[in-house]
């Protein structure tokens, strides 16, 4: 096979990939698990008044015991929000609501919505009906009074900033009932140059019995608007990016569901009591989406049942995950604590690990994965060695060009050959005209002959293209690389080539390949596809990342100079 068929194969696959992926986008729909197909009956509390939870499914010995409520949905919002306290530090301006402490906006100062533009921060958190996400958290018991996420708390400031020579802050909620005595006192740290949130839930009991309850922390939404953009997926990574609930657990690793599956797939449905199987201790549970998420952080060792389920409120179908923790009891006169982390903001795989484990896979590479997490290493590496991520890409190219180096050197030298061989093969096409079987089996011959393999060519062009739909993935995924600039023109290499430069010189490669390749058995209809190949690469590149088509560029024109030097240097031998 010549290496112009090899391309031809490589432009059928990477084509079959990307229609694949837009059929997935566009027309896949959830398979039934087998489960019942079920919306979750909302929880059952009123502010301050007493949760009633389900019966406590016992002890077991790999869950706490545990009294839950009867399912994950949040009740139906009752009433107006509280009074709202702004708080502000070098990475996250964030508004918490005294209803229920909740989270209601986080806006990443570090991250504008479009290049350059900082007065337009990322807003992650947003309580606006459009693009409602919340991070909620709250108390239930089933013996007395609890403050669940509708509960009021009151506030001893408006507003908290992060300033000058402290490196962090706390914000104290505050809840009490007088009846039973029991009093809340829920506290949001805040930390220079950080997104995690520290919380605190500090329970003390003046009362004259003893309270016992359980602390649940939950990711409210609705799915984010993501503008159509016109074009393939692959134009709009908004579109190709997972959105939904994520959990990790150290036995099953990293899960996900999307919103579409959420009544067909169950993590624990409202109607299983034992809650074993949805317990575990070193988790997390998420809301991702595109280069940002938040997720729920239980304490390190604490053992917490995991549910998902939708709500419904104010005419929105609403999304959640929660966590439930073990069960707390408070003595009278005494206290306890409840902890957590809470985390919003970009998918910084650097550090993510180092917060909890597996909290670097939200940014999800597919299948590619155990190629793609290799390579945003490595682009780490280069990157804070040139510091320019498109030299990191130029400078990735030809790490792999040279690890490739020996395979790539036989391929050209088995098409060298083959391109020597062209009038001979001339030749027999004339001999035997028509006749295929007899001209087939007289190149054969000749290639035994001459020790030539024809199917030389094919495997070291596909090699690179797991590494080029993984590049494509972490060019996807990759926070660091959003609105990255390279040089001159291109100021975002995660957005395509403005001014189609790219692509052009792409093309320009490839015509270039095509005139230093054998034509060696090319049928005329064949021969017509590679001629128009450099157009449509261009036109289809046109529309991908400029950082990936960088990478294919780049790796193109250092292919064609390998493949020249090689071609000339078996040629001066066959002439000597």
């Not at 108390?139 to 669940?148: F, I, Y």
Request: glycine residues 6%.
């Amino acid at each position: 096979m010549t290496n112009a068929r090899s391309i031809l194969v490589l432009a059928l696959l990477m084509l079959g990939y990307l229609l694949w992926t837009q059929w997935q986008q566009d027309y896949a729909r959830p398979h039934p698990s087998g489960t019942e197909t079920t919306t979750a009956t909302p929880v059952t509390t009123s502010g301050s008044a007493s949760a009633t939870p389900a019966a406590a499914p016992g002890d077991t010995p790999t869950a706490p015991k545990v009294d839950t409520p009867a399912a994950v949905s949040a009740p139906t919002d009752s009433g107006a929000a509280g009074k709202s306290i702004t708080v502000r530090t070098d990475v996250l301006e964030v508004a918490i609501d005294t209803r229920g402490g909740s989270l209601v906006r986080a806006d990443l100062l570090a991250y504008p919505q479009q290049p350059k533009d900082f007065e337009h921060p990322v807003r992650l958190l947003d309580d606006s009906a459009a693009h409602f996400f919340v991070a909620q958290s709250g108390l239930v018991s089933a013996q007395g009074a609890a403050p669940d996420h509708q509960a009021t708390f009151t506030a001893e400031r408006d507003s908290y900033a992060l300033v000058e020579g402290k490196d962090q802050i706390e914000v104290p909620l505050t809840w009490i009932d007088a009846a039973s005595g029991l009093t809340v006192r829920k506290v949001y740290v805040f930390k220079r140059g950080s997104y995690v949130i520290d919380t605190r839930d500090e329970i003390g009991n003046a009362g004259s019995t003893a309270w016992t309850g359980n602390a649940y922390r939950q990711l409210q939404r609705v799915p984010p608007v993501i503008p159509s953009g016109g074009g393939f997926a692959f134009n709009n990574p908004e579109r190709f990016s997972f959105v939904g609930a994520a959990w990790y657990s150290p036995t099953d690793k990293f899960q996900k569901i999307k919103f579409d599956k959420y009544t067909t797939d169950k993590l624990c449905a409202s109607s299983d009591h034992d809650l074993a199987r949805c317990t575990w201790a070193d988790g997390w549970a998420a809301m991702i989406q595109h280069y940002f998420f938040a997720a729920w952080i239980p304490p390190a060792g604490e053992k917490e049942a995991y549910q998902y389920a939708t709500t419904s409120a104010n005419g929105q179908t609403r999304y959640l995950i929660r966590t439930l923790g073990p069960t707390l009891s408070v003595a009278p006169g005494a206290s306890t604590t409840s902890n957590a982390r809470l985390y919003v903001g970009p998918k910084l795989q650097s550090t993510l690990d180092q917060i909890a484990p597996g909290l670097a896979l939200t940014a999800d590479y597919g299948i590619f994965t155990f190629i793609a997490e290799p390579l945003h290493w490595v682009l780490a590496k280069l990157y804070a060695l040139t510091g320019n991520w498109g030299l990191a890409i130029i400078l990735l190219v030809l790490l792999i060009k040279a690890v490739f180096f020996k395979l790539s050197e036989a391929q050209y030298r088995s098409m060298a050959k083959m391109k020597k061989l062209q009038p001979r093969v001339e030749a027999l096409k004339e001999r035997y005209g028509d006749d295929r079987q007899k001209l087939n089996q007289a190149m054969l011959e000749l290639y035994q002959k001459e020790k030539i393999n024809p199917l030389g060519g094919c495997l070291p062009v596909l090699i690179p293209l797991p590494v080029f739909f993984a590049l494509y993935w972490v060019l996807l995924e990759s926070v660091e690389l959003r609105h990255a600039p390279f040089i001159g023109w291109i100021q975002n290499l995660t957005a395509p080539d403005p001014y189609f430069v790219l692509p052009v010189l792409n093309g320009l490669a490839m015509i270039a390949t095509q005139w230093l390749n054998p034509t060696t058995g090319m049928d005329p209809v064949q021969a017509k596809m590679m001629k128009a190949m450099p157009l449509m690469f261009a036109v289809m590149f046109a529309f991908f990342p400029a950082g990936l088509v960088l990478y294919w560029t780049v790796n193109g024109y250092a292919s064609l100079i390998q493949q020249w030097i090689i071609t000339r240097r078996i040629e001066a031998g066959a002439k000597a």
